[in-house]
């Protein structure tokens, strides 16, 4: 059982809960799996800061103060922002259950910077990448298949790995795609494969032989997993290589660069902001806008008229 503060002798101590009230608070959070494990870690954090401050009994400004001191250490803002997010949601449930007051109360996290943190590829780039890959064996006819998969359908890592040879499907004159995207429980989406994506995803499925319908689209090559399902740290592992080999190797290039390249690619075609938004599978618009507003900046000729009006 993951170690949690809960209350005794009027105070927070940490320690394992019973199941009972572990089973409590699971339900109260009615989360996935994943979000729950991050949870409980960011708690571990904030109990560990006040059992090492000896707080035992913490109040608004101590939930503030190891905010700043997060802050201070230099935790991302979106680690930040997580932390602060799980300490509201205990101490939400604390109050609720009658065990300790809601310290958390409007309480912020950190601000964080919506632009994209990453970069993106121009479509020559994209080419230099897939035209590097060497297809005469299996693991670069999979590579190359994921690579242009995920850049023409703006994947992410979670939806490649999650995908089966039966989420190919045909909807009505196009080949698609069904993925399980971020935060969805069920394949309610697709998305639509273009021929020569198709092309390269059956040549490697021909290659790798016969499977069933419910086996992995992409399997592992490696000897100690081989045949198993990737996992999105492969997948990430395996776009940074093949970038690395075609010459771009930066921070700012990773496998979400190839779903960043897909919606600007989209929005540089000329595409309309809803449907970028469909193909994106954005739930909000304002995500999708993120994109536009830093193409628009881009295109910004301000700087250009002013130096063409001094020199």
């Known amino acids: 059982m993951d170690k949690i503060a809960t209350v005794q002798g009027g105070g927070l101590q940490t320690r394992n809960l019973s199941p009972d009230l572990y089973a409590q608070y699971i339900a109260y959070l009615d989360a996935q799996p994943k979000t729950i494990e ?3 870690k960011a708690l571990r954090q904030l109990f560990n800061y006040l059992s090492l401050n000896g707080i035992t009994q ?3 400004e101590d939930i503030i103060a190891f905010r700043e001191e997060l802050k201070a250490a230099g935790r991302k803002p979106s680690t930040v922002q997580g932390y602060i997010t799980a300490a509201r949601l205990f ?4 109050e609720q259950a009658g065990l300790y007051p809601n310290i958390t109360e409007h309480i912020k996290g950190a601000k964080i910077d919506r632009a994209h943190k990453k970069d993106y590829l121009t479509s020559p780039q994209v080419k230099a990448v897939l035209e590097n890959i060497n297809r005469d064996t299996l693991q670069g006819l999979r590579d190359y298949a994921i690579l242009t998969l995920m850049v023409t359908g703006g994947l992410r890592t979670i939806e490649v790995i999650r ?3 039966e989420d190919l499907r045909t909807i009505a004159d196009s080949t698609a795609l069904y993925v399980q995207g971020k935060g969805r429980e069920e394949k309610t989406e697709y998305v639509k494969i273009s021929a020569p994506v198709e092309k390269a995803i059956r040549a490697y499925l021909k290659a790798r032989g016969p499977a069933a319908p419910s086996a992995p689209l992409f399997t592992s090559q490696s000897n100690n ?3 198993e399902r990737l996992t999105t740290r492969t997948i990430s592992g395996i776009v940074k290589q093949r970038l690395q080999a ?4 930066s921070d700012k290039l990773t496998a979400h660069s190839l779903r960043h390249t897909a919606v600007t690619l989209s929005l540089l075609a000329g595409k309309e902001i809803t449907e970028v938004q469909q193909f994106a599978r954005h739930a909000n618009i304002a995500t999708t806008m993120i994109y536009n507003h830093a193409l628009d900046q881009a295109k910004n000729s301000c ?3 002013i130096t063409a009006a001094i020199f």
């Open 91 to 94: 101490f939400a449930w604390t």
């Open 163 to 165: 995908a089966n040879i």
């Open 225 to 227: 997993s081989k045949g």
């Open 58 to 60: 913490p109040r608004r």
């Open 246 to 249: 075609a010459g771009y190797d």
């Open 303 to 305: 700087s250009a008229a």
């Open 38 to 40: 991050t949870y409980t």
